[in-house]
């Protein structure tokens, strides 16, 4: 594999096409500056921000710009809110599209076929393998990732954050709760 | 069929992204090349989706962890489809690389030579 990448790169220097120095920049982007974090913030203002967070349900690639995230490829971004009767959750089925720009890169699971496949017949038994139980009253939408559309899950609240801060809240906004896997976290007591 | 090897799975922010360099670098490729024009973001998702369904043919577990060798052989067969570099080309420098790290003492950087271009002996 490293011999075919590092063939693939000279090749592709060789004729122009990439920069060696611009290509160790974009990694270090996305290992270290690019990640879950943006996300989070995103979902702090929406729950802070009645008005943000309407922006964001109406047009999220518009609202998620406006806090300096974009897409690289082009894509059309769309936030879900999870509700006391809904909860929502994301999945590629074809391959492993993800909102990168809010959330960084999949994780190894997420691309697996074992959550891909079973993502849609059975997210509550998926849910439950990641340590979420839902009532059963809750109703669970499953939204499919495409090339030319990404979702984000907007989780719930936590009850007791009432008097926190946009930054606090955002420590509790998990990268699992932002693709519907997971739910936020409640501040440490 | 349940969910298998959840557990040892990155459940937070921590957790490298990449397992290998390579696949960092195989990764920021295809980014490059788009941002390049050489081919569309849904083309590159049909070359991804076609790459993985047919390591699954061929039995590969498909489970996450030989993602980015599929993220390879999309990016090859495209490079290849575009006429930005021919399956010959990418071979030739695979052998020369394959020399260079052959003849290089472990630990020191792996750099490429004429003698590696030129072929064996």
């Given at each position: 594999m490293?011999?075919r ?89 074809l391959c492993s ?14 691309k697996s076929t074992?959550?891909r ?73 | ?25 195989a ?20 070359a991804l989706g076609r790459a993985i369904a047919a390591a699954r043919g061929r039995g590969d577990p498909d489970d996450g962890t030989t993602y980015y060798q599929h993220w390879l052989a999309a990016l090859e067969s ?44």
């Amino acid at each position: 594999m490293e011999l075919r990448v590092r063939a693939l790169e000279t090749v592709l220097t060789q004729k122009g096409y990439v920069d060696p120095a611009a290509l160790d920049e974009l990694i270090d982007a996305y290992q270290t500056r690019v990640g879950p974090r943006n996300g989070a913030r995103v979902v702090a203002r929406a729950w802070v921000d009645a008005a943000f967070k309407d922006w964001l349900r109406r047009d999220a690639t518009a609202a998620v710009a406006s806090l300096g995230y974009q897409g690289r490829q082009g894509e059309h971004l769309v936030a879900v809110e999870n509700s006391p009767g809904r909860h929502n959750m994301v999945v590629c089925t074809l391959c492993s599209c993800y909102p990168w720009p809010v959330l960084g890169l999949p994780p190894v699971w997420y691309k697996s076929t074992a959550y891909r496949a079973r993502a849609v017949r059975d997210p509550r038994g998926v849910l439950a393998d990641f340590g979420v139980t839902l009532p059963e009253s809750t109703e669970i939408r499953v939204w499919d990732s495409t090339a030319e559309v990404r979702y984000l899950v907007i989780p719930e609240r936590p009850p007791g954050t009432e008097g926190l801060d946009e930054e606090a809240l955002a420590a509790l906004v998990t990268r699992d709760s932002m693709i519907g896997t997971g739910l936020a976290g409640t501040p440490a007591p | 069929m349940s969910l298998p090897s959840l557990p040892d799975l990155p459940r937070d922010d921590g957790g490298p992204v990449f397992r290998e360099p390579w696949e960092a670098h195989a990764f920021a490729l295809a980014l490059t090349l788009h941002e390049r024009g050489v081919f569309t973001w849904p083309e590159w998702a049909d070359a991804l989706g076609r790459a993985i369904a047919a390591a699954r043919g061929r039995g590969d577990p498909d489970d996450g962890t030989t993602y980015y060798q599929h993220w390879l052989a999309a990016l090859e067969s495209l490079v290849a489809a575009k006429g930005v570099g021919t399956e010959r080309e990418l071979l030739h420098f695979r052998e020369a690389w394959d020399r260079a790290a052959q003849r290089t003492p472990h630990g020191a950087p792996v750099a490429l030579a004429d003698a590696d271009l030129a072929g064996p002996g």
